[in-house]
């Protein structure tokens, strides 16, 4: 079984900057393809950026674009989320999601293609 911890997550004002970090056990970190959801209440649970193995990355919101930034590091088994210039509208539960490269399909940006789910850390953002 894979398991899958974010961490990070805290209340900030609005311009100010976070690091999520989302940690990996139980197999080959980098056999798996992963990405960062948030959900607000209410709402559907939305892509936010997505990263291959290889370190490849797709940014699945407009909104996001030039204010977060998704990386890797397969050593420590662990993925993050910058983001900087933090905005109200990004208030949500963050989180982390895995699926195995040879088992993706579809959209990397959409909450069916995971198999395996962190369990979320809290983003606050105060205008």
């Known amino acids: 079984q894979v398991q899958l911890v974010e961490s990070g997550g805290g209340s900030v004002q609005a311009g100010g900057s976070l690091r999520l970090s989302c940690a990996a056990s139980?197999?080959?970190?980098?056999?798996?393809?992963m990405g960062w959801f948030r959900q607000s209440p209410g709402k559907n649970r939305e892509g936010v950026a997505s990263?291959?193995?290889?370190?490849?990355?797709?940014y699945c919101v407009d909104s996001v674009k030039g204010r977060f930034t998704i990386s890797r590091d397969n050593a420590k088994n662990t993925m993050y989320l910058q983001m900087n210039n933090l905005k109200p509208e990004d208030t949500a539960m963050y989180y982390c999601?895995?699926?195995?490269?040879?088992?993706?399909?579809?959209?990397?940006?959409?909450?069916?293609?995971?198999?395996?789910w962190g369990q979320g850390t809290q983003v606050t953002v105060s205008s």
């Open positions: 139980g197999t080959t970190y980098s056999s798996f393809y």
């Open positions: 990263i291959y193995a290889d370190g490849g990355s797709k």
């Open positions: 999601a895995a699926v195995p490269v040879l088992l993706l399909y579809g959209n990397s940006c959409e909450a069916y293609a995971y198999e395996y």
